[in-house]
């Protein structure tokens, strides 16, 4: 019989990163972060913040700096990594306000135990500001790394907290919502909505989640101990970020609509943005949870608010289950160069 099984045929950063994955001598890219050396005390990640895609180019300084280590700091919490040195590269435009970039950015490191160790300055002609940080990371001796290729079948499914909560931020910010010092302004919300004091704060935590993403670093270090299989963080929609992870590991997936995590209040929010709640939760991307996967009997300490929403099969493919029906959930997400 013949199989039901499509190929999938990559695009974009995928097709991109495959290409250069087989012009490597052992490659060591396809995690969140590459250990260096190999299999050794390093993980080191990098990653970009650039005005007009990833913040409004009028976001505070201090705001831009929480943003970039947080991001950066996901993707050592992928890993299971314990954050320990930072490099930065600044590029900014003339006004902006380096010091105050600084003492929230060095604030936020000593939050967690993070030395800044050296970097580069530059003058932008650009409108806002490009920020790239390089974090390198370690892990306790007893842990190990964490991967995305090491799902099995039979494993299940974890998401580490709520998705597309990020991603409706990200549009009430295109319609004029700002960070103002520590509040959010709401100045495009429905004129229904003023009537409605949970929508309103449901938009202003959406806006914050966008702004100001929390790396679950504490639950990253306890995978790492705790026997995982596969895991990367939700950066580029669950949806993509689920196929990267199965394809790594060489498995599929079956996830539950009905499990999945999200916001409260998130539906009604989703109806006044007239967007479907369901497809912002798979596709919208920039949450910083971490997607992964535990051995049966093996639970997430209850203090991490994690939720099982399906489990890794075999074969290739990776299905939505809704209701009675089950259909293959496409790689639908952010892509960096689609």
Same mark, same amino acid.
């Given at each position: ?60 300084? !201090? &705001?831009? *700096? @929480?943003?970039? #280590?947080?991001?950066?700091?996901? /993707? =050592? +919490?992928?890993?299971? $990594?314990?954050? %320990? ?21 060095? !604030? &936020?490191? *000593? @939050?967690?135990? #993070?030395?800044?160790?050296?970097? /580069? =300055? +530059?003058?932008?002609? $650009?409108?806002? %500001? ?28 974890? #998401? ?6 990020? +991603? ?171």
């Amino acid at each position: 019989m013949a199989s039901r099984v499509a190929l999938v045929r990559l695009r974009g950063e995928d097709a991109l990163l495959s290409w250069l994955r087989g012009r490597l001598d052992r490659p060591l890219i396809g995690d969140d972060a590459a250990v260096l050396p190999r299999p050794g005390p390093f993980a080191v990640t990098v990653d970009s913040q650039i005005a007009g895609v990833h913040f409004p180019a009028d976001l505070d300084s !201090a &705001a831009v *700096a @929480r943003r970039l #280590l947080a991001v950066n700091l996901s /993707d =050592l +919490a992928a890993m299971g $990594a314990e954050p %320990a040195f930072a490099f930065l590269a600044l590029a900014a435009p003339p006004g902006f306000d380096h010091k105050r970039f600084f003492r929230a950015l060095l !604030a &936020a490191c *000593a @939050r967690y135990r #993070l030395r800044l160790a050296g970097g /580069d =300055l +530059a003058t932008s002609p $650009a409108a806002g %500001a490009i920020a790239t940080m390089t974090l390198l990371g370690t892990k306790a001796a007893k842990a190990r790394w964490l991967r995305r290729g090491g799902a099995e079948p039979g494993h299940v499914l974890w #998401l580490g907290g709520t998705v597309g909560e990020s +991603a409706a931020g990200r549009l009430l910010i295109g319609g004029g919502a700002r960070l103002a010092g520590r509040r959010i302004e709401l100045p495009a919300l429905p004129s229904a909505w003023s009537h409605s004091p949970g929508l309103a704060a449901a938009a202003r935590r959406a806006v914050r989640r966008h702004l100001l993403p929390a790396p679950q670093l504490e639950l990253g270090r306890w995978l790492g101990g705790a026997g995982a299989g596969g895991a990367i963080d939700v950066s580029d929609g669950l949806s993509r970020d689920l196929h990267r992870l199965c394809r790594e590991s060489s498995a599929g997936a079956e996830v539950s609509a009905e499990a999945l995590p999200l916001p409260e209040r998130f539906a009604p929010l989703c109806a006044g943005l007239g967007v479907d709640p369901r497809e912002l939760a798979l596709s919208g991307g920039e949450d910083y949870v971490l997607l992964f996967t535990l051995p049966p009997g093996v639970t997430p300490a209850p203090r991490f608010a994690c939720h099982r929403i399906g489990t890794i099969t075999r074969g290739k493919r990776i299905l939505l289950r809704r209701g009675g029906r089950r259909d293959d959930l496409p790689a639908l997400g952010w892509d960096h160069l689609g």
